[in-house]
């Protein structure tokens, strides 16, 4: 922390930090929220260097971001030159739909992480003789493995939608190619899964009301969930926000699809409140899971993304939204934290594509998902790494209009905001150690005034954690100029769009839009009661 005595008392972290690794001095003071937070969630790997006096820190398999890399184009480079692109973005993992030999090759000693596709023609031989399975695996996998850094294979892709009826082959070829891993001693490091689409739901609003099409629970879902229970893999899910936005630009906000500020919406299933459309359709199939009691099993969004050019009916196809909604992605996974309903959920997650493909078939939007073109160039400017969040904005986000009132909940449950000032208060079901930890950093090294609510100032009371916690979030937010990710915190603070005195009794503070801030009486109840808690 820094040198100078912190305002509010510290937790624990800095102590037993220095106690096991060194003095909290030798860390950048850049890498310090990151490194509390994620000590309080366990999701990072911290090792000192014993020669410097500087630390470094590692990410776990917490928080990851792939790519996809399809090819059904005339036009890409060598898979040679694809890895070589692939790590100068510091990417760390790799989504193939096929084991095509030049690209396992190529990727052979990079360290990339991939996950490759046994595809959906191969399915019913797969399911029908073991035999090809064996094969499959030992030309395809055991082949490359470990050079190549296989981590998991894809056993089709999308199966529920093929038009070529081969749902009924799914499970018996994912068990054979378990069984084949098996027979070669890589199951340990190799996990079988197969990704789903999220028609595969037979409701997903809300999120808390998410199920699974009752023809498939039987048949496909409960064997597939019990074989990734028993085998410890995890289930895949592609989701896009986009075809939810395209089809619903009437009812659902632009911010909320593409993680940009906003009063967000409360699942009245359960009360929890989302401020993107992406992490309610992530928590529409857990609740499916757990409604069959798979609680445990993890997941991986093994395809999201969002196009920049599409038709002129495909509303929300543009470069600015596509950049807006890959770059926050992009923050939102590295910053850390799952999502309202599993809030301790590691999230890997694959954006799609690396390329723009211009062989795809279909609209315009299919051939325009790429992060760079085929020349290896930016089609838009994101950062892939925590290094890079560091200077990243969302640049082209338009300016917010003043003046205006917050509409009403519209059909679908989401809330327009168009208000010209924001606030930043803590979430209560954050849990203590969230708030401490993000309350030691706001009034730390985020430079927060903290001030008023020390012993026996203006501010002090109520002294309870979610009240300090809400007047120094707000005081860094505002500090920062309300900026895009200014209130996060791990997921500990959320933004609200209406003047708090308006619907917060207020004791001696108040709360202002712009500079230094206060907070009202009884925050920590009036706070729940705002979001549907109470």
């Given at each position: 922390?820094?040198?100078t005595?912190p305002?509010?008392?510290?937790?624990?972290?800095?102590?037993?930090?220095?106690?096991?690794?060194?003095?909290?001095?030798?860390?950048?003071?850049?890498?310090?929220?990151?490194?509390?937070?994620a000590?309080?969630?366990?999701?990072?790997?911290?090792?000192?260097?014993?020669?410097?006096?500087?630390?470094?820190?590692?990410?776990?398999?917490?928080?990851?971001?792939?790519?996809?890399?399809?090819?059904?184009?005339?036009?890409?480079?060598?898979?040679?030159?694809?890895?070589?692109?692939?790590?100068?973005?510091?990417?760390?993992?790799?989504?193939?739909?096929?084991?095509?030999?030049?690209?396992?090759?190529?990727?052979s000693?990079?360290?990339?992480?991939?996950?490759?596709?046994?595809?959906?023609?191969?399915?019913?031989?797969?399911?029908?003789?073991?035999?090809?399975?064996?094969?499959?695996?030992?030309?395809?996998?055991?082949?490359?493995?470990?050079?190549?850094?296989?981590?998991?294979?894809?056993?089709?892709?999308?199966?529920?939608?093929?038009?070529?009826?081969?749902?009924?082959?799914?499970?018996?070829?994912?068990?054979?190619?378990?069984?084949?891993?098996?027979?070669?001693?890589?199951?340990?490091?190799?996990?079988?899964?197969?990704?789903?689409?999220?028609?595969a739901?037979?409701?997903?609003?809300?999120?808390?009301?998410?199920?699974?099409?009752?023809?498939?629970?039987e048949?496909?879902?409960?064997?597939?969930?019990?074989?990734?229970?028993?085998?410890g893999?995890?289930?895949?899910?592609?989701?896009?926000?986009?075809?939810?936005?395209?089809s619903?630009?009437?009812?659902?906000?632009?911010?909320?699809?593409?993680?940009?500020?906003n009063?967000?919406?409360?699942d009245?299933?359960?009360g929890?409140?989302?401020?993107?459309?992406?992490?309610?359709?992530?928590?529409?199939?857990?609740?499916?899971?757990?409604?069959?009691?798979?609680?445990?099993?993890?997941?991986?969004?093994?395809?999201?993304?969002?196009?920049?050019?599409?038709?002129e009916?495909?509303?929300?196809?543009?470069?600015?939204?596509?950049?807006?909604?890959?770059?926050?992605?992009?923050?939102?996974?590295?910053?850390?934290?799952?999502?309202?309903?599993?809030?301790?959920?590691?999230?890997?997650?694959?954006?799609?594509?690396?390329?723009?493909?211009?062989?795809?078939?279909?609209?315009?939007?299919?051939?325009?998902?790429?992060l760079?073109?085929?020349?290896?160039?930016?089609?838009?400017?994101?950062?892939?790494?925590?290094?890079?969040?560091?200077?990243?904005?969302?640049?082209?986000?338009?300016?917010?209009?003043?003046?205006?009132?917050?509409?009403?909940?519209?059909?679908?449950?989401?809330?327009?905001?168009?208000t010209?000032?924001?606030?930043?208060?803590?979430?209560?079901?954050?849990?203590?150690?969230?708030?401490?930890?993000?309350?030691?950093?706001?009034?730390?090294?985020?430079?927060?005034?903290?001030?008023?609510?020390?012993?026996?100032?203006?501010c002090?009371?109520?002294?309870?954690?979610?009240?300090?916690?809400?007047?120094?979030?707000?005081s860094?937010?505002?500090?920062?100029?309300?900026?895009?990710?200014?209130?996060?915190?791990?997921g500990?603070?959320?933004?609200?769009?209406?003047?708090?005195?308006?619907?917060?009794?207020?004791?001696?503070?108040?709360?202002?839009?712009?500079?230094?801030?206060?907070?009202?009486?009884?925050?920590?109840e009036?706070?729940?009661?705002?979001?549907?808690?109470?």
């Amino acid at each position: 922390m820094n040198p100078t005595a912190p305002l509010i008392p510290t937790s624990s972290i800095e102590a037993s930090f220095a106690t096991e690794h060194g003095e909290w001095g030798a860390v950048p003071s850049e890498y310090r929220y990151e490194i509390a937070n994620a000590v309080t969630n366990s999701t990072f790997i911290i090792l000192f260097l014993s020669s410097s006096d500087k630390c470094a820190v590692h990410f776990a398999d917490a928080g990851s971001i792939g790519v996809n890399y399809g090819r059904i184009a005339n036009d890409l480079p060598s898979a040679v030159k694809v890895v070589h692109l692939v790590k100068s973005q510091g990417l760390e993992r790799l989504k193939v739909y096929d084991t095509d030999p030049a690209v396992l090759k190529a990727l052979s000693g990079s360290s990339v992480k991939v996950t490759v596709d046994l595809p959906n023609e191969l399915l019913y031989s797969a399911a029908k003789y073991p035999s090809f399975a064996r094969s499959w695996v030992q030309k395809n996998i055991v082949a490359y493995h470990p050079s190549t850094q296989i981590e998991a294979i894809a056993v089709g892709n999308e199966v529920f939608v093929d038009q070529h009826n081969t749902t009924k082959f799914l499970i018996p070829a994912m068990k054979n190619i378990h069984e084949a891993l098996v027979k070669f001693n890589i199951q340990s490091s190799i996990k079988v899964s197969s990704p789903i689409a999220l028609s595969a739901l037979q409701s997903s609003y809300p999120s808390s009301a998410g199920s699974f099409r009752p023809e498939l629970i039987e048949p496909v879902f409960k064997p597939m969930l019990e074989f990734l229970r028993q085998t410890g893999s995890f289930l895949m899910v592609n989701a896009y926000p986009f075809f939810a936005y395209e089809s619903n630009s009437d009812v659902i906000s632009l911010d909320y699809a593409l993680f940009r500020e906003n009063p967000g919406v409360v699942d009245a299933g359960n009360g929890l409140r989302y401020f993107n459309l992406l992490d309610a359709q992530i928590d529409a199939v857990f609740a499916a899971m757990s409604a069959l009691k798979y609680d445990d099993i993890k997941m991986v969004i093994t395809e999201t993304g969002w196009p920049s050019k599409g038709d002129e009916n495909e509303v929300g196809a543009s470069v600015e939204n596509a950049a807006a909604y890959n770059g926050n992605l992009v923050r939102r996974i590295l910053t850390g934290g799952g999502t309202p309903l599993r809030p301790h959920a590691d999230l890997t997650v694959y954006l799609f594509a690396l390329f723009n493909e211009n062989e795809k078939d279909g609209p315009t939007s299919e051939r325009n998902y790429g992060l760079f073109y085929p020349n290896q160039e930016k089609v838009y400017d994101i950062p892939f790494t925590v290094e890079g969040l560091k200077k990243y904005k969302d640049h082209n986000r338009p300016p917010v209009s003043g003046g205006q009132q917050v509409a009403p909940p519209v059909s679908g449950g989401i809330s327009k905001s168009t208000t010209g000032n924001t606030w930043c208060v803590a979430n209560p079901d954050a849990g203590k150690e969230k708030l401490q930890t993000a309350l030691d950093y706001a009034c730390g090294e985020g430079g927060a005034d903290c001030r008023p609510i020390q012993p026996g100032a203006t501010c002090y009371n109520p002294n309870t954690l979610v009240a300090h916690t809400s007047f120094a979030f707000n005081s860094y937010y505002q500090k920062k100029g309300r900026g895009m990710g200014d209130c996060y915190f791990g997921g500990a603070a959320y933004v609200v769009t209406q003047e708090p005195s308006t619907y917060f009794s207020l004791s001696v503070c108040g709360w202002q839009s712009l500079g230094s801030a206060s907070f009202p009486q009884d925050i920590e109840e009036k706070t729940r009661e705002q979001r549907g808690l109470a």
